[in-house]
């Protein structure tokens, strides 16, 4: 497991590097800010690729077990609308799980007013 999660943390790495290197460089440069959320901005950036290494390795350990026995078991079926079905409340579902689709369905309307 340790590996996994060393590949789990450099696939993050790779992911938030580029971005916080493009804030640090503004940071420095074009907009100056002073050290203090400089660093805290960095520590953040840390905390995140740990977590999001951890998170990753999460989801590859528990859900997509589960969502590759689903997926082998509805497509066995050879039943189109089941599929469909299953799809459908899934996505449903995941859907409205999801809190940033939460927010923004919060936001469309005021924004459709305010337009």
Do not use: H, R, Y
């Amino acid at each position: 497991m340790n590996q996994k999660l060393k590949e789990k943390i450099t696939e993050s790495l790779s992911s938030v590097l580029p971005v916080s290197c493009i804030v640090l460089i503004l940071g420095i440069t074009i907009a100056p800010m002073p050290l203090d959320p400089l660093m805290l901005f960095l520590a953040g950036a840390a905390f995140l690729i740990i977590g999001m290494g951890f998170f990753t390795l999460g989801v590859d350990m528990a859900m997509m077990p589960i969502g590759e026995k689903v997926g082998a078991q509805l497509t066995k079926t050879k039943k189109l609308p089941l599929i469909i079905m299953a799809c459908f409340i899934i996505g449903s579902i995941v859907t409205i799980a999801e809190p940033d689709l939460q927010v923004l369905a919060e936001q469309t309307p005021q924004c459709l007013t305010w337009c």
